[in-house]
């Protein structure tokens, strides 16, 4: 098996001098490995559709869109080219490594599509998807939080508390790479996902029943499926309004608050190795139409690979940044809406204390350091204790972000992040290098 890489999407990007850490979701290893590079392979070669004993296509499989290779498209030392930086001086910290396709240069930011015999890239923020047509007060909340992202994240995302993303959101989704196992046989087909807040589920059932006079509203709703010659169509009622359409890291980047009263037509196509999914979404709460969505594929998966079993926890929530580089403050719990960006003025962090400091270096390995540090206002002083000895530390913050130096003899290291609480992430530059640095106060 190719092992699966953590989805920590963790995107630090510098702009104006200030670290943010937008797409930064620190999921207990979440998820299989993103999408592939721009140069590698595009599909598996045309096979026959299999089919199941009463002529139906059969969708058993396991299906991971970023590991349809047998061996990455190239090879390279583990722990090489982690960090990646991009043509507007953001930088990518790569989680999974020099195959991890992360980054602008690795097109870890878009998807695979075979659409008519053509190969696509459709990005995974979705820029030029379709956007839910929604009712002109709806259109304005979600425009409102749309622009106080930074590189689409926000924490008002129901995916920042570690909630399902639901359907449609997460129908073709999991790990980030469109991971899931499909089981079928002709009473049923079940779904089953890797992804926040852990390995879920489906049922789509395909006996003829009805949906439930009393249904009770849940996340992923009830699927009932029936065949239109080789299309499976699913239809899906009973959704709650905890989830968002997509945004985010599931694109388009206006698919936000639903109401409870969404209901989806899904139409599932196996052509050989490679699903096709479409979907219809009507809201007649918040949209003034359907809402057709663009279409998306995946593929079956390299031999052996399977889910892997992980848990979320939603450590990244209070890193989230603004568009103005700021970080929220007094953010509500997400939901249908409900929740507003908070306008509240940002303190200036506390960093005052001991500091114990892990350098994720890709030339010297782990590095280890001891902060100890004094404040006064926005000014930011102390020493670090490293290899090399006692260096003198200083900088200045601007809410909860950092920027300052620590000298070593003629040489000065760069140092940007974010502190909050007990906790500091960003980088430290020496000379040509930028590496992930991670601190922990002491209690």
Same mark, same amino acid.
Do not use: C
């Given at each position: 098996m190719k092992a699966h890489l953590p989805n920590y999407g963790f995107v630090a990007a510098f702009a104006g001098g200030l670290l943010s850490l937008g797409a930064f979701l620190l999921c207990a290893p979440v998820a299989a490995q993103e999408g592939p590079t721009s140069g590698g392979s595009s599909a598996a070669?045309?096979?026959?559709?299999?089919?199941?004993?009463?002529?139906?296509?059969?969708?058993?499989?396991?299906?991971n869109l970023?590991?349809?290779?047998?061996? *990455?498209?190239?090879?390279?030392?583990?722990?090489?080219?982690?960090?990646?930086?991009?043509? *507007?001086g953001s930088v990518f910290f790569d989680y999974g490594g020099a195959n991890g396709a992360g980054g602008e240069a690795g097109g870890g930011a878009r998807v695979r599509q075979i659409q008519n015999g053509k190969v696509n890239l459709l990005d995974r923020l979705c820029v030029s998807c379709e956007n839910p047509p929604y009712k002109p007060e709806y259109m304005a909340k979600v425009k409102a939080i749309a622009d106080a992202e930074y590189d689409a994240t926000s924490p008002l995302d129901p995916e920042y508390d570690c909630i399902p993303y639901g359907v449609p959101r997460g129908s073709l989704r999991g790990g980030g790479s469109y991971a899931m196992h499909i089981v079928q046989n002709s009473q049923a087909i079940a779904f089953l996902y890797e992804d926040r807040p852990g390995p879920y589920f489906r049922i789509v059932y395909l006996d003829g029943r009805k949906h439930p006079a009393d249904l009770d509203k849940s996340y992923f709703g009830d699927s009932i499926g029936h065949w239109e010659g080789d299309t499976l169509v699913v239809d899906v009622v009973g959704l709650n309004d905890e989830t968002w359409l997509g945004s985010g890291r599931v694109g388009p980047k206006l698919g936000m608050m639903h109401s409870d009263q969404l209901h989806v037509v899904e139409r599932w196509t196996r052509n050989g190795d490679v699903i096709t999914w479409e979907a219809t979404v009507e809201d007649p709460?918040?949209?003034?139409?359907?809402?057709v969505m663009t279409p998306r594929q995946t593929q079956l998966a390299a031999a052996g690979d399977y889910i892997r079993p992980t848990m979320c926890v939603p450590y990244d929530k209070a890193h989230v940044m603004k568009s103005d580089l700021t970080p929220y403050s007094d953010v509500t719990t997400p939901g249908s809406g409900k929740s507003v960006v908070a306008a509240a003025t940002t303190p200036v962090a506390k960093m005052a204390g001991n500091w114990g400091v892990t350098i994720h270096s890709t030339v010297d390995g782990i590095l280890s350091q001891q902060w100890s540090l004094k404040q006064d206002g926005d000014k930011v002083t102390g020493t670090v204790k490293s290899k090399n000895g006692d260096l003198p530390f200083e900088g200045s913050l601007d809410g909860a972000i950092? @920027?300052?130096?620590?000298?070593?003899?003629?040489?000065?290291?760069?140092?940007?992040?974010?502190?909050?609480?007990?906790?500091?992430?960003?980088?430290?530059?020496?000379?040509?290098?930028?590496?992930? @640095?991670?601190?922990?106060?002491?209690?």
């Open positions: 070669p045309a096979k026959p559709t299999p089919r199941t004993p009463d002529g139906h296509p059969d969708f058993s499989g396991f299906y970023g590991d349809i290779y047998h061996g *990455d498209p190239k090879e390279e030392k583990p722990g090489q080219h982690v960090v990646e930086r991009a043509n *507007d709460v918040m949209f003034t139409k359907p809402w950092f @920027l300052g130096t620590i000298a070593d003899g003629s040489q000065k290291y760069e140092v940007r992040g974010t502190a909050v609480a007990n906790d500091f992430d960003g980088t430290i530059r020496m000379g040509k290098h930028e590496f992930r @640095l991670a601190a922990k106060r002491s209690q």
